[in-house]
């Protein structure tokens, strides 16, 4: 039985046909695949670079923290003056540790020493000088700043100096208020202050 030749223009219009709605769709399964891999390639590097975030070894002799910033604060309400500054961690902190930060005492006395305990995924540690005498403009003073292991040993010592713009003169001898809503001060009113 001989064919015509309409009936072979027919089978290739199928044929293309068929083609025609295989193609797009094999192309979208190389084009999942390939986004399948990638996905898979790149969760795995973010676990290989998080596993080498928590490995302490690699850092060695880095240091713990450093000391970011600071100054002095003459609060002339209430006739205070004080310095402090902030400790940033750039690597995880041994637990049980403590932060040791001593203040040279403007007056000349022995230098001032506040600590707090290390804690974890702590962002930033504050240190505070008590209330200060005797604070001189242009005078560098110095802060020192160690950390101590569980054990008593010092893994690290920072140290930094502050130096004031102004005098401890700027505050009165008195203060200009008391209490919590600063209601003003019988005492600095009877001195002139």
């Known amino acids: 039985m001989a064919r015509s030749p309409d009936f072979a223009v027919i089978v290739r219009l199928q044929n293309l046909q068929e083609r025609a709605v295989t193609m797009p769709e094999q192309r979208c399964r190389n084009l999942c695949s390939l986004a399948a891999a990638l996905t898979l390639a790149l969760a795995l590097a973010g676990v290989l670079a998080l596993a080498g975030c928590d490995d302490d070894s690699a850092t060695g002799d880095a240091p713990y923290l450093e000391i970011t910033g600071g100054g002095f604060v003459f609060n002339y309400r209430v006739a205070d003056a004080y310095y402090g500054f902030v400790a940033r961690p750039l690597r995880r902190l041994p637990a049980g540790g403590r932060l040791e930060a001593s203040f040279e005492d403007p007056a000349g006395g022995a230098a001032h020493v506040e600590q707090q305990p290390v804690g974890e995924n702590v962002l930033r540690y504050s240190f505070r000088s008590p209330p200060l005498r005797g604070i ?3 005078r560098p003073y110095e802060v020192e700043l160690r950390l101590i292991a569980a054990d008593g040993s010092v893994l ?3 140290h930094k100096s502050f130096t004031s713009q ?3 003169d700027v505050n009165p001898e ?3 208020t008391v209490g919590p809503g600063y209601q003003k001060n019988p005492a600095a ?3 002139g202050n």
């Open 136 to 138: 001189k403009a242009d």
């Open 156 to 158: 690290q010592t920072a």
């Open 166 to 168: 102004l005098d401890q």
């Open 174 to 176: 008195q203060p200009l």
């Open 189 to 191: 009113d009877a001195t």
